[in-house]
């Protein structure tokens, strides 16, 4: 599937890491990160908190504008490996000078400029905020998404424990980031189930939903998916890996799919879970029948959910 030209939509910039990137940081640093990796060197985890808490340890050697410049051109070469030739990646102020806008928009900018040497893939920025860190976090992230909205920056999202609050808990900033012309999506059905997806959609009116597979769940909500062509990022190796589904064959994306719903393939946070884009379309044809058709197919769908302009949404068609 590696020839397919691909359009990846879900991708945390730190959580594509490779685990020796950020190994050789620490070294460099004097950094203990006793914990964070197994014996043969890949990301130790064993549940979803577990998970979050590696990640941010991780952050932690991630700490000036160049690292983020070195870290972007390694996850783009990783991408440009699996075919991607335009690729949205959560960025996030908090792990990108604390949430000053100053410094923000100086990690914005080497990542852009990382980005911009690389002619064979197309990246844009979606800001962030992480759920656990809560509302007030969050509002301090939508203010450095709304200052640097535009160009690269074209869209504004939360991740994070999913479990913590209501997706409604984050209105405003949500609101912020509209009013200031980004595009909006949001973690949600990973595992706060339907009722969390319904959240997102009523409450955050995003254009598209990270994860969101438990939408299966409510089948009113699936349809209410489709009806309003609501954009799934589907992860399924995340899924597979963090335990959401048992297997690969328990995985309800093609039950959205074969039911109308606009779903996407990402890889989420790829060195974690073991996984690459190609990686992801193999197991689904593998899994499910997915042919070279199906795969063009939903690689539209994603060029058509891009956050960009329309001048480049065009060049991806
Ligand atoms: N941040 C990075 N990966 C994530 C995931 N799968 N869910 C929520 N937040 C995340
Ligand atoms: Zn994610």
Not at 242 to 250: E, K, T
Request: hydrophobic share 40%; aromatic share 10%.
């Amino acid at each position: 599937m590696s020839t397919i030209p691909k359009v990846e939509l879900h991708l945390h910039i730190e959580g594509a890491a490779p685990p020796a990137f950020i190994r050789g940081l620490a070294q460099e640093k004097g950094v203990n990160l006793d914990g964070v990796f197994n014996d043969d060197g890949s990301y130790k985890f064993e549940s979803f908190n577990q998970f979050l808490s590696v990640y941010e340890a991780a952050c932690t050697v991630l700490t000036g504008p160049e690292e983020f410049a070195r870290l972007t051109t390694a996850v783009l070469e990783q991408s440009i490996a699996q075919g991607v030739i335009y690729t949205e990646a959560f960025l996030s102020p908090d792990f990108c000078g604390g949430g000053d806008v100053g410094a923000w928009r100086e990690y914005m900018n080497a990542m852009q400029e990382a980005a911009a040497k690389l002619p064979e893939i197309e990246m844009r920025g979606i800001v962030t905020c992480i759920r656990h860190f809560g509302p007030d976090q969050a509002k301090v992230a939508a203010k450095c998404a709304a200052e640097t909205a535009g160009g690269f920056i074209t869209g504004f999202g939360m991740g994070g424990d999913e479990m913590v609050g209501t997706q409604g808990d984050y209105a405003y900033s949500f609101d912020m980031a509209r009013e200031a012309g980004l595009r909006l999506t949001t973690h949600a059905g990973e595992w706060g189930g339907a009722d969390s997806v319904w959240q997102a959609v009523r409450d955050l009116k995003v254009d598209r939903v990270g994860h969101g597979v438990q939408a299966i769940d409510d089948l009113a909500l699936v349809d209410h998916l489709a009806e309003h062509g609501i954009v799934l990022e589907v992860c399924p190796g995340s899924n597979v890996a963090l335990g959401v589904y048992p297997d690969w064959r328990s995985h309800p994306i093609e039950k959205l799919r074969e039911r109308g719903v606009p779903v996407t393939v990402s890889t989420d946070d790829p060195p974690f879970f073991h996984t690459t884009l190609s990686a992801e379309y193999d197991r689904l044809a593998d899994t499910f029948g997915w042919d070279d058709e199906v795969v063009r197919e939903v690689n539209v769908t994603a060029a058509k959910a891009a956050f960009c302009d329309t001048v480049t949404r065009e060049k991806l068609l």
